[in-house]
């Protein structure tokens, strides 16, 4: 869910002006998973850029409070999320962990890094959903260690369905600042890309598992 339509076409905008999101209908990308995709995003590329960063963190920052009040902690997830979590939590001057994909294999053999005590309430920043598994994964972690989650936000969601059903499944509320019909509006908007492009995009979007270009 989008909070703010300006906040969600203005993050859209800035993600394509700084490459973080790439559409190439004609040559599309091909994601670990073997999915051919006419969009790729990388939202570690933020933090490039002190400008954009900024606005991100402090977008971000205004949400949680909107959203869920004052937690108790911030938590990234590992590792994409960690760089604009921490700062997301510095600018609302709280503690902040962060949650690896699965615990080390020595040493303290964490899952968790940094200091959580049980039934501390937490929001968890992530940079990127697609399906929404292994945001999951670090929400049941930190439930396990005791915490009270109180929901999610992240930068962009490709809002595919199988990722609703799964946040619906785990009961776990999950914002975005920017999604992708607001992305493709803005990009049409503004004539970042063409007619046959945005047809394309639209025409990913109702199958991105099985499409072919």
């Not at 936000?153 to 809002?159: E, K, N, R, V």
Request: charged share 25%; net charge negative.
């Amino acid at each position: 869910m989008v909070l703010d339509k300006n906040t969600a076409k203005k993050t859209a905008e800035l993600l394509l002006q700084i490459n973080a999101i790439k559409l190439k209908p004609e040559n599309p990308f091909v994601w670990a998973s073997g999915w051919k995709s006419p969009i790729y995003c990388d939202n570690r590329i933020i933090l490039s850029y002190p400008v954009i960063r900024n606005f991100v963190r402090e977008e971000m920052a205004k949400q949680v409070e909107a959203l869920y009040g004052k937690p108790d902690i911030i938590a990234g997830v590992a590792t994409g999320a960690i760089g604009i979590g921490a700062l997301v939590a510095d600018f609302l001057g709280l503690p902040f962990i962060y949650v690896r994909p699965e615990p080390k294999a020595h040493g303290r053999k964490n899952q968790i890094e940094g200091q959580l005590e049980t039934n501390q309430t937490v929001v968890v920043i992530e940079d990127l959903i697609s399906t929404g598994k292994s945001s999951l994964n670090a929400v049941e972690a930190l439930k396990e260690s005791g915490a009270n989650v109180k929901g999610m936000l992240a930068i962009f969601t490709y809002g595919f369905d199988v990722a609703q059903s799964n946040f619906e499944e785990k009961n776990v509320s999950l914002n975005t600042l920017s999604d992708y019909d607001h992305l493709i509006e803005q990009a049409s908007d503004t004539h970042f890309i063409k007619e046959e492009q945005l047809n394309t995009l639209l025409e990913w979007r109702k199958n991105p598992s099985k499409w072919e270009q």
